[in-house]
């Protein structure tokens, strides 16, 4: 599959990703707290991926053994972290609102990386990078000079900082991204469970009846779709994708995600985007096209190796032949 491929699988995670906040909406307003999403979220995902993770990691158990860490920061600040402070954000802000603040990671990102290796992106890269925040200020504005949450904007933007360490480990890490999926929802199961154990982050679990599109429903409709399509699905490939293009442009074409979900949010929870914010959007998707159309460098895509493989795993062993000694020569008497 070629670059645009995989670029096209970004924004579908992005779209899939777009469905989180807005089906979880409900939840929360039954009772629910971001803490027992984020449980629910990620321990069904560990079921469903069970299998398929450790098909994947067949021969190759090495690999976790020798990354284990960044597997444990992924798992633990990369998505623990970033759906709990994000539920926690549209528990209290718009849905657009929280997408908009935690959507700042790309620009992170690129900050991050350019302190950390001494080298900025293209010229292209950083005017699309503008762009693209200067769309997210627009759709920002949400037209009724509402005073926003401050507990909830703060925590979109610790969203928007994990977030970013989610992308940059994502799309570097040497595991099969099917695995890294499987494996970082068991990391984020457990870590919220033990915020929540010690009572860091409140786990409640509210009504089991939610108010969707003006009539009473089970709680267990939207809780299908944020598990199932907005975070089985939504992860899986979009680890897929940023190993193949990179975290940089994996990052961006995840901003379309905010596009989906004001869509979304107009649709389901009745939240109507303005003037402005419709002109942001497309300031942001021009902002984004910028980016992306530079390469950018990807891990090596140890997935496609065979299972059993160990190239890159670990440098081959060197066995040091022992010089036989030689016999002592006597002279003849």
Do not use: N
């Not at 444990?72 to 718009?94: D, H, K, N, W």
């Not at 657009?96 to 080298?119: D, H, K």
């Not at 037209?143 to 570097?172: I, K, N």
Request: hydrophobic share 55%.
């Amino acid at each position: 599959m070629g670059r645009t491929r995989w670029m096209l699988v970004a924004v579908l995670s992005a779209l899939a990703f777009g469905m989180s906040g807005t089906f979880v909406k409900p939840v929360l307003d039954a009772g629910w707290s971001p803490g027992a999403g984020s449980i629910v979220r990620t321990g069904v995902g560990v079921l469903i991926l069970a299998v398929p993770t450790i098909r994947a990691l067949r021969g190759r158990w090495s690999l976790v053994r020798q990354h284990w860490i960044g597997v444990l920061v992924l798992g633990g600040v990369g998505i623990a972290g970033t759906q709990t402070s994000y539920f926690l954000a549209v528990s209290r802000i718009p849905v657009s609102t929280a997408l908009m603040i935690e959507y700042l990671a790309p620009v992170l990102l690129i900050i991050a990386t350019g302190l950390w290796v001494r080298q900025w992106p293209p010229l292209r890269v950083i005017a699309g990078a503008l762009l693209a925040m200067g769309g997210l200020l627009l759709v920002l504005d949400t037209g009724h000079g509402t005073a926003l949450d401050p507990v909830g904007v703060g925590a979109a933007f610790v969203a928007a900082v994990v977030c970013a360490v989610y992308f940059q480990l994502s799309a570097t890490l040497p595991i099969p991204p099917l695995a890294l999926t499987g494996l970082g929802f068991a990391v984020a199961t457990v870590v919220s469970g033990v915020l929540g154990f010690v009572g860091l982050v409140p786990v409640r679990i509210g009504s089991w009846t939610v108010d969707m599109f003006g009539s009473p429903v089970s709680a267990l409709v939207p809780l299908a779709v944020v598990v199932l399509i907005a975070t089985a699905l939504a992860y899986s490939i979009e680890v897929a994708a940023a190993a193949h293009i990179g975290p940089r442009p994996a990052s961006f074409l995840a901003l379309t995600e905010v596009l989906f979900a004001t869509v979304a949010a107009a649709l389901v929870l009745g939240q109507i985007p303005g003037p402005l914010q419709a002109l942001g959007g497309l300031v942001l998707i021009a902002g984004v096209v910028l980016v992306v159309s530079v390469p950018a460098p990807h891990r090596p895509l140890l997935d496609e190796l065979p299972a059993g493989s160990h190239v890159a795993e670990r440098a081959p062993a060197v066995r040091r032949v022992a010089r036989r000694p030689r016999r002592p020569v006597h002279p003849e008497a």
